[in-house]
């Protein structure tokens, strides 16, 4: 898992890398599949990136400069590609009756793409939308339900941050396995938004503390003696 917030996936030979924001915002397991079927899919036709990055001195470079010096992507030619062959083995797999659930959040997210510029603009691999059109898997869209934000039952998509923990101070990352909440406005979706963060808080108080004992004076019989002249 890539610990950032943008929505992206790619491969790098036979490991599939999704970003934390993406996993975040998939409703369901059904979703998920979706995702990793399309990188699935450019393993099984052997899109592969060569052999650029198999030298130590093509990564030589700081942290900082990650960015500018590694890229997944792929051609247009190999991302249309990649989308037949993985909606192909999606209706081959158990996932083929849970596929609207991924369709309604192709819808989700078409719909709210015009305003997710820099949550849509992948770091590594490639965009999952391209100027405010969502590319990648689009067809499974053309098949779902209507899309309704105001029917309770019908979670298209998840706000960020409401399933995996980041922990910034070691980076270790986990999965959140509390209950979901009850929703009874549309606005408690929040698609692709942030999720709220309610901090713990106590008043101060000043109770008084219990007054220390004074310790006692030492008698006649524990004194010790003065030395005499």
Do not use: C
């Amino acid at each position: 898992m890539l610990t950032t917030s943008p929505l992206e996936t790619f491969s790098v030979g036979n490991t599939i890398v999704v970003s934390r924001g993406l996993i975040d915002v998939l409703p369901d397991e059904g979703s998920l599949a979706m995702v990793l079927a399309h990188e699935l899919a450019h393993i099984v036709l052997g899109h592969n990136l060569g052999s650029q990055y198999a030298f130590n001195d093509r990564m030589l470079f700081s942290d900082e400069a990650t960015y500018k010096n590694l890229g997944f992507k792929h051609i247009p030619e190999e991302e249309a590609a990649a989308d037949k062959k993985a909606i192909e083995m999606l209706k081959a797999s158990p996932y083929a009756q849970k596929l609207e659930s991924a369709g309604l959040f192709i819808k989700a997210l078409q719909a709210r793409a015009p305003q997710l510029s820099a949550l849509l603009q992948a770091h590594l691999g490639n965009n999952i939308a391209e100027n405010g059109t969502v590319t990648r898997m689009a067809q499974l869209g053309t098949s779902a339900p209507a899309l309704d934000w105001n029917k309770l039952d019908q979670i298209a998509a998840l706000p960020l941050g409401g399933r995996v923990k980041l922990n910034p101070w070691d980076d270790k990352v986990e999965i959140v396995k509390a209950q979901p909440v009850a929703i009874t406005s549309a606005r408690d979706k929040m698609p692709f938004e942030v999720t709220p963060f309610f901090p713990r808080l106590s008043r101060y108080s000043t109770a008084s503390l219990p007054a220390a004992t004074p310790a006692a004076a030492p008698t006649t019989a524990n004194a010790s003696p003065t030395p005499a002249n």
